[in-house]
């Protein structure tokens, strides 16, 4: 039975630079069941304190949640988190998509603690009311208090460079060609380019090796078919180019360090 109470309308907003998608939230109140880890998410979580107290221990470091406050805990860092005795907060689990298909927060691993430019009270109010004009109060408060937290984070310049010809080439094949058995022979052949220049200049343009990439890419898009859809591991496989599940549970524990099915179980069930 769950310790708290949900509601999850969909928003969305897409951008040039940034894509903002919220794909879990909701009201909660919660009590001392609230303990977990939420291990390496694909999704910022955007917490609006309403009353009691929380904890969150990100990189050994610990963090005390408080009313009158909104927290921002970066996608792609693993936390621990506990309620002592009870609070009630507004949850927002975000994506903020960049061209190169990684989330815009996973560039730090250190969260963001803003004092609410809101009354809180209304906030909520407006978030239960389920009105379109209240609705449109609370996605222009989220998208606020997002560019707060970027800023904060000092992310923004990251949205006004602008990747290289190149780079949003590589960017656009792979995710548009994405499964397992995708290889740096056929993207080079689709840019026209020997696999050796391929990856010499994406390696010194944009930091990372092409192969490690597409690994991560291809392990975050399993991450958020698993949490955003009830497919089953089996449909997640063909449909990504795995020969079988098996393989799939392989290359995703190993970037992930849980199976599958344990990564579903554990990360739904969390707020």
């Known amino acids: 039975m769950n310790p708290f109470h949900q509601i999850v309308p969909e928003f969305e907003n897409t951008g040039a630079a940034l894509r903002l998608n919220i794909v879990v939230h909701?009201?909660?109140?919660?009590?001392?069941?609230?303990?977990?880890?939420?291990?390496?998410?694909?999704?910022?979580?955007?917490?609006?304190?309403?009353?009691?107290?929380?904890?969150?221990?990100?990189?050994?470091?610990?963090?005390?949640?408080?009313?009158?406050?909104?927290?921002?805990?970066?996608?792609?860092?693993?936390?621990?988190?506990?309620?002592?005795?009870?609070?009630?907060?507004?949850?927002?689990?975000?994506?903020?998509?960049?061209?190169?298909?990684?989330?815009?927060?996973?560039?730090?691993?250190?969260?963001?603690?803003?004092?609410?430019?809101?009354?809180?009270?209304?906030?909520?109010?407006?978030?239960?009311?389920?009105?379109?004009?209240?609705?449109?109060?609370?996605?222009?408060?989220?998208?606020?208090?997002?560019?707060?937290?970027?800023?904060?984070?000092?992310?923004?310049?990251?949205?006004?460079?602008?990747?290289?010809?190149?780079?949003?080439?590589?960017?656009?094949?792979?995710?548009?060609?994405?499964?397992?058995s995708l290889t740096i022979a056929e993207i080079a052949r689709e840019l026209s380019l020997s696999e050796s220049s391929l990856t010499k200049r994406f390696r010194r343009e944009f930091g990372t090796p092409l192969g490690r990439y597409m690994d991560e890419i291809l392990a975050q898009e399993i991450a958020r078919r698993l949490l955003q859809s009830d497919e089953s591991i089996q449909t997640i496989a063909e449909e990504l180019g795995f020969c079988d599940p098996f393989y799939l549970s392989r290359f995703f524990r190993a970037h992930r360090e849980l199976s599958p099915r344990e990564y579903r179980l554990r990360m739904k069930a969390q707020i």
Do not use: N
């Not at 977990?36 to 009691?52: N, Q, T, V």
């Not at 949640?65 to 921002?72: I, N, T, W």
């Not at 996973?106 to 978030?127: F, G, I, K, M, N």
């Open 26 to 180: 909701g009201c909660a109140r919660l009590d001392q069941r609230w303990a977990d880890i939420s291990i390496r998410p694909p999704y910022s979580r955007l917490y609006y304190m309403i009353d009691g107290e929380g904890e969150v221990i990100v990189e050994k470091q610990k963090i005390k949640l408080h009313g009158g406050k909104v927290y921002l805990f970066p996608a792609g860092t693993t936390i621990a988190y506990r309620c002592p005795k009870s609070m009630t907060q507004l949850y927002f689990h975000l994506e903020t998509r960049t061209a190169d298909g990684y989330d815009l927060f996973t560039r730090t691993h250190q969260p963001v603690e803003l004092p609410v430019e809101t009354d809180v009270s209304q906030l909520t109010a407006d978030y239960l009311s389920g009105g379109y004009l209240p609705e449109m109060r609370v996605r222009s408060r989220v998208e606020t208090d997002v560019a707060r937290c970027i800023a904060a984070s000092r992310l923004e310049e990251t949205l006004l460079h602008q990747p290289s010809a190149f780079l949003q080439a590589v960017f656009r094949t792979v995710q548009k060609q994405l499964r397992s």
